[in-house]
């Protein structure tokens, strides 16, 4: 069974603090992403990395950052966390084919206080 | 550029009852669509993609879409909803311009299924 694991289903962080959220695929896929979800506005794309050490802007990467050092982790870095990050961020995979569906992790619920 | 809508936040019918989601896309080439679904607090699971050639696409619990490309609509359909289709729904279009495969997702429709 594929699997996309988020490090944390919640998180609790205070303003300023840096803020790591670790995202894991078993897929081989080279493709990840970084959305953030809120009420209202959908799914927002904040980053994604088509390889190892390859990454994109998406179409809010303000105050974010990513990491891929191995295929299989993409990490999502708020360098200092502001309460407006406070939301739900899902990570997700795919392979490279336009035709092929991406597969999400479970979510992180990140409130920054 | 690629895009979706979904023209409708909420969707209510009683339970038996058909439903359906509605979605409608603006694409240049080849429109790869798909349908995802979100229960609270869960990421999102996979229901049916387009597959070029097949107007009605059949997916996961009894779900299935009707592409129209004239009307450039890929809604999504089920004959008699259950209570536990209550959720978020959400259409998807494959960004293959400058974006390397990413998803553009529209925001969103509630659907609430009443006894």
């Known amino acids: 069974d594929v699997k996309v694991t988020q490090s944390s289903r919640y998180l609790v962080k205070r303003t300023g603090e840096k803020v790591f959220l670790e995202c894991v695929q078993d897929m081989d896929h080279e493709n990840m992403f970084w959305y953030r979800q809120d009420p209202g506005l959908g799914l927002r794309l904040i980053y994604f990395s088509y390889d190892v050490k390859m990454k994109e802007k998406g179409d809010i990467p303000e105050g974010y950052s990513v990491s891929r050092e191995k295929k299989e982790r993409f990490s999502l870095i708020l360098e200092s966390a502001s309460t407006n990050q406070t939301s739900m961020y899902l990570c997700?995979?795919?392979?490279?084919?336009?035709?092929?569906?991406?597969?999400f992790g479970q979510g992180t619920r990140l409130t920054v206080v | 550029a690629q895009s979706v809508a979904q023209p409708e936040d909420q969707v209510n019918v009683a339970e038996g009852n058909p439903l359906t989601v509605k979605c409608t896309y603006s694409?240049?080439?080849?429109?790869?669509l798909f349908w995802y679904v979100q229960y609270p607090n869960r990421g999102l699971q996979f229901l049916l993609k387009y597959i070029t050639g097949d107007n009605l696409v059949k997916g996961s619990y009894g779900f299935e879409a009707e592409f129209n490309k004239s009307q450039t609509s890929f809604h999504l359909k089920k004959p008699s909803a259950l209570v536990s289709d209550s959720a978020l729904y959400f259409c998807a279009v494959r960004d293959y311009g400058g974006s390397q495969g990413n998803l553009i997702f529209g925001k969103g429709t509630k659907l609430s299924v009443k006894p």
């Open positions: 694409v240049s080439g080849n429109p790869y």
């Open positions: 997700a995979s795919s392979p490279p084919d336009p035709n092929t569906e991406a597969f």
